[in-house]
């Protein structure tokens, strides 16, 4: 007999397991947990003999794997409101940046906050996305510029996950834009990104990848490849923030490089989405900045299809171009304006997130070994997760076994 902590049954899973089809639904299961991982996840009738333990009847409800989003800019200072007013007058994301604000104007609130201040400012905007079912989340650097701020960013985000139930994945992004101080001189601050900045973030072990943006505001091909060189010698994985604005071929770049993502895609062409399925890239697709910033060029997600592309969603939550923090939202918008399946949307937030952060052998589908990460819902079938607006079915969280409390009891 199988020694178990907690069992839940009277449920039914999309378990999101490649064995099963499609969702890998199951009508009458049941999971069960020890030592905060899953011993087993399926059909009540095909469960293992298991010994007593706490159980908890879900009364039919559903339980996917613990949400995850794999992109945000969550720990930051200041707001970018004013910037959304210039936006409603006409002024374009570049002309924003180029006039010194965008990106910039956080990274001038940002250097002045220290690390309680910064997460005192995104454990509201974490308990958000906590309160919708998320157990897994990464977080960027990338309004610090310099070394100080960046660490202080890194150690913020690792001190999130300490203080909340949530698995935290951190991505050092210095190669966001130029800083001020080096204004037309990205050549200079790519020799510090890559000569001081990154060794000493891998030496500190306050990354578990690197990120950049590819992009013309931002920084060339072959700038980011330096950044992506240096990080692949420091034994870090790679992401790139790619083709939003314009086809630099970011797409191919991460590819190139073994990214584990790249992310945004809306000017990728052909040939950069075939290399991504080549490298078994992800691509990243972030439905709340194409929204926010009224983007009308759609990411080509018939060509990920055709290439066997895994697509995620995320929330890119951030204070300039997708101030969001709810990942149901994103899925919503993941299916109105990109036209997913209820089936895509569903997977790119769990098991397609968790292959986006290298995290899919431990989590983002119910399966034996990987983490007791669920999220247990108030619906009556899966796509309620995606076709409604401002409503959140959350019953109860489980983070490594422990359960939150539940939120509906009808």
Not at 232 to 256: F, T
């Amino acid at each position: 007999m199988t020694s178990v902590d907690h069992i839940w049954h009277g449920c039914r899973l999309a378990t999101l397991s490649p064995s099963r089809q499609g969702l890998g639904l199951v009508d009458d299961g049941i999971v069960a947990c020890a030592g905060g991982r899953i011993l087993y996840a399926g059909p009540a009738a095909e469960a293992p003999s298991m010994s007593d333990a706490k159980r908890t009847d879900c009364d039919g409800r559903w339980i996917t794997p613990g949400l995850i989003d794999c992109h945000t800019h969550l720990v930051h200072a200041g707001n970018r409101a004013f910037e959304f007013e210039q936006r409603l007058s006409g002024a374009s994301y570049e002309e924003i940046a180029q006039a010194g604000g965008g990106i910039l104007s956080t990274v001038r609130a940002t250097r002045q906050a220290s690390v309680e201040a910064l997460i005192a400012a995104a454990l509201p905007r974490l308990d958000a996305l906590i309160a919708e079912g998320v157990t897994t989340i990464e977080i960027k650097s990338g309004y610090g510029l310099e070394l100080d701020t960046e660490r202080r960013q890194l150690h913020a985000a690792r001190r999130l996950g300490s203080l909340r139930a949530v698995t935290t994945r951190t991505s050092f992004l210095g190669a966001h834009t130029v800083p001020p101080e080096m204004k037309g001189n990205s050549r200079a601050y790519i020799d510090a990104v890559c000569n001081e900045m990154l060794p000493a973030i891998a030496a500190e072990g306050l990354a578990d990848a690197v990120d950049a943006f590819c992009e013309g505001i931002a920084f060339s091909p072959d700038e980011t490849a330096r950044v992506f060189a240096k990080a692949v010698s420091l034994g870090l994985p790679v992401r790139l923030h790619a083709d939003q604005l314009s086809n630099l071929g970011g797409a191919a770049l991460a590819a190139r490089f073994g990214a584990l993502s790249a992310d945004h895609l809306e000017y990728a062409d052909e040939d950069g989405v075939a290399a991504m399925g080549r490298a078994g890239t992800v691509a990243v697709v972030l439905p709340g900045a194409f929204y926010f910033i009224r983007e009308r060029q759609l990411p080509p997600i018939e060509a990920m299809r055709r290439h066997g592309i895994a697509i995620a969603l995320a929330t890119d939550s951030n204070p300039g171009t997708s101030p969001l923090t709810s990942l149901l939202m994103a899925m919503n918008m993941g299916a109105t304006l990109f036209r997913l399946t209820v089936e895509e949307c569903i997977a790119a937030v769990t098991r397609e997130a968790a292959r986006a952060l290298g995290l899919l052998k431990a989590t983002g589908s119910l399966e034996a070994g990987k983490y007791c990460d669920l999220a247990i819902w108030n619906i009556e079938r899966p796509a309620e997760l995606v076709y409604r607006m401002g409503f959140n079915p959350l019953y109860a969280r489980v983070w490594h076994g422990i359960s939150d409390a539940p939120r509906h009891r009808t």
